[in-house]
């Protein structure tokens, strides 16, 4: 057995070496020509040459062959996925959403599942004009959308714009009828420190805000609670929470969005969902040099005032954010008229009473970090709270929640808050340590 396995290995090291036996033989010849002069020593230099190169190409397609391969599936893989990319779904059925979660300080776990999730699109992205007639038919329906929770998502990022944007810039732009345009920057880790804490300015009154702005009632299908409060937020297109003060440098920044359509059903959808995938970016990677470019389109139908709702695109540097988020702007059993903003009509639990135009006391769009849960503003004359001046002062055992779950006992703007009972708001909030000019402990 031993002496026929060397000579197995002998005869396989001589199939692998045969080509460079014959280019030695053909030296050997030619040498031997120099030497003798003879030209019978170049008869066999053909031959010999011809079985070499033979060898040769065996040894080239041998290597070549899997490489060939591998470049026609990458090849076919690549159509496959940009053919799936590139089409257009007109269905309504929901698609698998992230669940968000109302903790105050979220694990490194859960952050980077979210990041992980939105930057996987989905097979199914609508073309612009999909995403008008889908808006239109929800907003026409009084409906929450997909979710149930004010937003969907829509694929990768599709960014335009940017090339003149550096790292920190931003700018804001009318469309071609004077209404809030698209809205873009390229936002740093030191912007969203530098954000948090108080809001970082006063909201603009958006293009076109409505001469009034009643206080309503919606119930959320999602969380069967109900919002009893103003219609309207003046809703910033790049968020405080992501821009900070540069965030109040021009009307352009806000529309006029439902109060659902700024936070959703449950405080986490709606324009805070997308805010919040930045946020939970920053949050898995702090102090990183790398960037997010952010943009925000109102979506208007033909000459309406009021947006039908944005699209954001949210794409970080490093490319582990890439999505493409639709934020719907209405809210559940009411109707409302885009063309004026004035409510239509409701069929929820209805407190419609007419408001006068709105001061800059009265509500204004949300700071952009998580508020809370939803609940049902309290109505008991006991739990009412009073004036006194310019302030709003919670009764005894109530107390006004931001969106930053922080609950204080007196505030300028109680539009902008969740009244509710101290020992409701202890469970996800805590009590501020420290007051400004629109808020005190």
Known sequence: MKN????????????????????????????????????????????????????????????????????????????????????????????????????????????????????????????????????????????????????????????????????????????????????????????????????????????????????????????????????????????DSLLGEGSYTSKYNFTTGTRSQNVGANQNGGMRYAEELAEDFWKANPNTSATISYQTTPVYNANETIPRGSIVDIKSSDNTLNTEVVIINSAEGLEIDYASGTPISSTSQSVQSAAPKPSSSEPIQQQAPAVTEPSSQATASDNSYTTNGEWSVAAPGMVFVSNSKKYYSSVTNPGNYQYISQAEASSFAEPAQRGNQYARP
């Open 4 to 239: 026929k396995s060397k000579k197995w290995w002998f005869w396989v090291l001589a199939v692998l070496l045969f080509p460079f036996l014959c280019l030695y033989g053909i030296y050997r010849l030619v040498i031997n020509y120099r030497t003798t002069g003879r030209k019978v020593w170049l008869v066999g230099v053909v031959p010999l040459a011809l079985v070499s190169l033979f060898g040769f190409v065996v040894y080239a397609g041998a290597f070549s062959g899997p490489n060939s391969d591998n470049k026609t599936e990458t090849a076919i893989s690549s159509y496959s996925s940009s053919s799936s990319s590139s089409s257009i779904s007109t269905s309504t059925k929901p698609a698998k959403s992230v669940s968000k979660s109302s903790s105050t300080s979220p694990s490194n776990s859960k952050v980077a599942k979210k990041v992980v999730a939105s930057s996987s699109s989905s097979s199914s992205v609508a073309s612009t004009t999909d995403i008008l007639n889908k808006l239109n038919e929800y907003t026409n329906a009084k409906s929450a959308g997909p979710t149930g929770n004010y937003y969907w998502e829509n694929g990768s990022a599709r960014l335009s714009g940017f090339d003149a944007i550096k790292a920190g810039e931003y700018n804001f732009n009318a469309d071609d009828k004077g209404r809030s345009g698209v809205a873009r920057a390229v936002l740093t880790y030191s912007q969203y420190e530098d954000s948090k804490g108080s809001r970082q300015g006063q909201p603009l009154d958006p293009p076109a805000w409505p001469s009034s702005n009643p206080k309503i009632a919606i119930t959320f299908t999602l969380t069967e609670r109900t919002y009893h409060g103003y219609l309207y937020n003046r809703s910033h297109s790049i968020a």
